[in-house]
């Protein structure tokens, strides 16, 4: 394992991070504070609490995958495209590095900084509402995990992506719509028994569910079952990356 040439690609990923990391700190919070003013306002006063827990609290878990989800997206996305699209994406290919290098390198960068705000907002978060975290390590593992599985989802939209607009079309038309009826603001037992049976194909339920598990021991579905989907989404983001590197797809053309 070359080491350096992962150093390389993670620093260089890294420092248009801290370049920006004034915008990169305050837009999360500011954020975070906007879906506390707007929904703990306008449905916080409707919706007192769920399963026990303040409607306020309720919505902490899923306010910081919508946030992770979709900036390990964007970054991964951005990181690799732009090589491609000034074209030194093939001075990257003729060097003595192999594709494993370059995703941890890429990925793991984007994974660094999505975690990074996913932590900013939790935070943020605990000056609003009272958190309690009943299962800490499960907590650490699902956001580590699900930075690193939407950073290789992103890896892949980048390299699939011809243009800026192709880009932004997976996180935007498929992500962002599973993500908000994925159960971040409610709970699906909320729901009528037809429309359970039809979020129950939702993937990222099993994600937020999992994940808001991990904080107040409350799930929608099986906590192995969430386990499960986010392990089996990084593996086969993992075979779909050993694939394009494999054949070249939308690489060397």
Known sequence: MNWSAIGAIYRFEMSRFFRTLTQSFISPVLSTSLYFVVFGTAIGSRIQEVEGVSYGAFIVPGLIMLSVVMLAISNASFGIYFPKFIGTIYELL??????????????????????????????????FVELRIEHPLAMVAFLVLTCLSFSLLGFIVGIWASNFEQMSLIPQLVVTP????????????????VWQTITLFNPVVYLISGFRWSFYGMADVPILASLAAIVGFTGLCLAVIWWIFRTGWRIRS
Not at 95 to 108: H, L, T
Not at 111 to 122: N, P, R
Not at 178 to 193: A, K, N, Q, R
């Open 94 to 127: 003729s060097a003595p590095v192999n594709f494993i290098e370059i995703v941890v390198g890429y990925v793991g960068a984007a994974a660094t900084k999505s975690l990074f705000v996913g932590v900013v907002i939790l935070i943020t978060a605990s000056f």
């Open 178 to 193: 599973l993500i908000f009826l994925g159960g971040t603001f409610y709970s699906i037992s909320m729901l009528p028994p």
